[in-house]
C-alpha cells in the first residue's frame, strides 16, 4: 500500500465489487490496445486516467485525464489531480455507452477490409 490516499489494490478478479470503492483509476500503459478496465471503470461511474498509448483514450471524457506520456510523472499526477476534483460519475457513464460492441466490430470489419483489398 502506498501513503495517502493511493492504494495498489493488486491483481483483482472481480472489479464490479471494487470499482464502486474508488474515487478514481490510474491506469498508466505505455501500450494498450483497448484496456477493458478503462470501460469498465467510466462504466461504472469511476473517472479514469490513462494515456495516449491507451486506445480506450479516445472514450475519457475528460482530456486532461490522459497524460501523453505515462513516464512523466508530474503529468500523470495532474491528470489524477484533475481526474479526482472533476470526477462526474454520469459522464463517465455516458462515454462508456458512446462505445456499444457495435461499433467496435464495424471499425474492425472495416480495417480487415482495407488490409484485404490492399
Known amino acids: 500500500m502506498l501513503p495517502g490516499r ?3 489494490l493488486g491483481v483483482q478478479v472481480d472489479l464490479a465489487e471494487v470499482l464502486p470503492a474508488v474515487a478514481a483509476v490510474l491506469h498508466p500503459t505505455r501500450y494498450d490496445a ?3 478496465l478503462v470501460l469498465e471503470a467510466l462504466a461504472s461511474g469511476v473517472p479514469v ?3 495516449a498509448m491507451d486506445g480506450s483514450a479516445e472514450i475519457v471524457p475528460v482530456p486532461g485525464w490522459v497524460a501523453l506520456n505515462p513516464r512523466e510523472v508530474g503529468e500523470v499526477s495532474r491528470c489524477l ?3 479526482l476534483a472533476h470526477g462526474e460519475r454520469s459522464a463517465c457513464r455516458e462515454a462508456a455507452e458512446s462505445w456499444p460492441d ?4 464495424r471499425s474492425m470489419e472495416a480495417i480487415a ?3 484485404m483489398d490492399g
Open 6 to 8: 493511493v492504494r495498489d
Open 34 to 36: 483497448a484496456a477493458n
Open 49 to 51: 486516467v490513462t494515456t
Open 81 to 83: 489531480t484533475r481526474a
Open 102 to 105: 457495435t461499433r467496435n466490430y
Open 113 to 115: 477490409s482495407r488490409c
